[in-house]
């Protein structure tokens, strides 16, 4: 197991080590001319230019990568999309039809409920795209359509480089469908791709830049109890899969909150033995989310934001306890980059609670029964 592990302690840092590879590998053999190339996956224009309404099925990490491809779908493309719960979904009797696209999400293609809400899709008439990691799993051998993450083996229980290469390919379906549905130029779509091949360099570059901040920080949430997330857009969108690293790997309670919601509720937990992450990478929302910063930390919470190197140069003194800076990259792709810092927290603070990591306790890789 040690050489497997090529040198690192644990599978989920080396696996967090693995991404700009990983998401090197899985979009690149889908790109020609500068533009997405996803006909080999079944995708053309004319195959997904007439989807007039797309929802997204998947569990745990996974669902969270569709989170995010709801926020960039709906942006670009301008088609609504809703995200589900693989297990609500297929017992509630979903609005989902011809005409319709269903994407599931899925690391093992195994798991039972989005297999289930994959054959309910069908089985109603729906399009079916899967986005899977395992090669010649049930979900990738029964969907209509089908695009490969290139993640390689997952082997750490908390998926990491599976959910990148999951956000990778949903920007790229996202540029194909707006490219098809006509509201993005070629230009635009040039621009976007050609951004988002930057982003295994920029994934890099946090990686090695911030691991001795995340490291220290750490060492500050070993005796927590409990803790938030906040963000907006994007931001928000994120924050859901930072939350659940965290509690996967160091059995801190976590939630994650739209950051304007936390006036109607949950901002009364707060005090100075809640900690909050920010996460604040959206330029027009950025001021949004650190008054909602200021809101908590006038409250006694301890504050660790997340943001862009621009936002942390115009941070006034004392607004956050610690400041994880990350690059400002495309708009629309920062959760590329943001979540790798949150994955890094995780697993310190997991590692500082005298965690395994790679094995905790009650999960499984892959959740084949119901
Ligand atoms: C389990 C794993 C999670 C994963 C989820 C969905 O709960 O512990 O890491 O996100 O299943 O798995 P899938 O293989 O469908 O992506």
Redesign the pocket.
Known sequence: EAAEKGGYPHFMIKEINEQPEAIRTTIMPRIKEGLPFLEECGITTETIKDFKNITIV??????HAGMVGKYVIEDLARVSVNVDIASEFRYRNPIVGEGDLVII???????AD?LAAMRLAKQKGAKTLAIV??KGSSIAREADMLIYTLAGPEIS???TK?YITQLSVMYLFAFELALAKETISTAECKRLVSALTKMPEAVQYVIDNCEEICKFVATKLVATDSLLYIGRGLDYALSMEGSLKLK?VSYIHSESYAAGELKHGTISLIDEDVPVIAVATQTGIIPKTISNVVEVKSRGAKVILVCTDACARELKDGVADYVIEIPHTDELLMPITAVVPLQILAYYTSINRGIDPDKPKN?????TVE
Do not use: F
Request: hydrophobic share 40%; glycine share 8%.
């Open positions: 998947a569990c745990g990490t996974a669902m999400i899925s690391q093992s293609g195994e798991t989005s990691n395992a229980v908390p998926s599976a996967e999960l499984a890789k892959s959740v």
